[in-house]
């Protein structure tokens, strides 16, 4: 066991790559993860840390560690992630890097799931890591069937869906920069289309 923020030589006994997970804002990331864990609980999708609010529902260790900007500011002085970045120009968001070095020394599957920023820091970052990672990007079927569902669930203000939105165009003009696009049109086929890349690449369940 290391300290967070030291290099661990785990990340170089894992056999299977990271898999870097992102999306527009309601491409449905989350709802697809839900539908895959369901399936294959032996997946590990990363808990991030984030200063956003929680939204109702949001279980604090669960969904997010949800703190405030002081205690993550501490944590990003420390080295304790593996990358973090402001999204929306509004909240903080950050991978802790321990439990990412010790599930893919167990040979876990590990999902993490990013912004673009994020997972351009992560590609960064991963030779110096020791770090082999497929990028995965979940597109919506259309701009305008994502906008229908970031107002479909409702939990950001006008203002917030603005933001999200301008977001979102950049991130899906980013598409051709990652290995692997999943089209969320239908829930469980994108779930399965994610867990063959996870076969692909850990050899499990095959
Ligand atoms: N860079 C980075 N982005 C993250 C992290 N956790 C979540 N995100 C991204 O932050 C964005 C906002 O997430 P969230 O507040 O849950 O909103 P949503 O995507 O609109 O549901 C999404 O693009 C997430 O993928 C993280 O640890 N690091
Ligand atoms: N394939 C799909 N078809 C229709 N609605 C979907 C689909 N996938 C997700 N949704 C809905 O879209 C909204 C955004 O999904 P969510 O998983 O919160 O997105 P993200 O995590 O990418 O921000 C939710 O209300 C969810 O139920």
């Known amino acids: 066991m290391v300290e967070n923020g030291e290099k661990d030589d785990g990340m170089k006994s894992g056999k299977g790559r990271l898999i870097v997970l992102t999306g527009p804002t309601a491409a449905g990331k ?14 590990w999708v990363s808990v991030s840390a984030t200063t956003r609010d929680p939204r109702p529902g949001e279980i ?9 900007e002081q205690e993550f500011r501490s944590k990003e002085a420390r080295n304790w ?23 893919l020394k167990a040979n876990i599957p ?3 799931e990013i912004d673009l920023q994020g997972a351009r820091r992560v590609k960064q970052r991963a030779s110096e890591l020791n770090l082999e990672i497929v990028s995965v990007f ?6 305008d069937e994502l906008v229908k569902r970031l107002i479909g669930r409702g939990t950001e203000n006008e203002e917030q869906r603005k ?4 977001t979102a165009k950049v991130e899906m003009a980013a598409e ?31």
């Open 30 to 43: 989350g709802t697809v993860e839900a539908n895959l864990l369901s399936k294959h609980p032996e997946v």
């Open 60 to 68: 604090d260790g669960k969904n997010y560690w949800f703190m405030d």
């Open 81 to 103: 992630f593996l990358e973090t970045a402001v999204v929306h120009g509004m909240a903080h968001y950050g991978t802790p890097l321990q439990p990412v070095c010790d599930h």
């Open 110 to 112: 590990t999902i993490l």
């Open 138 to 143: 979940i597109a919506p079927p259309s701009y």
């Open 163 to 166: 933001k999200r939105l301008e």
């Open 176 to 206: 051709s920069e990652f290995d692997v696009t999943i089209i969320n049109d239908s829930v469980d086929r994108a779930a399965d289309e994610l867990w063959n890349v996870i076969v692909q690449e850990y050899g499990v369940g095959a």
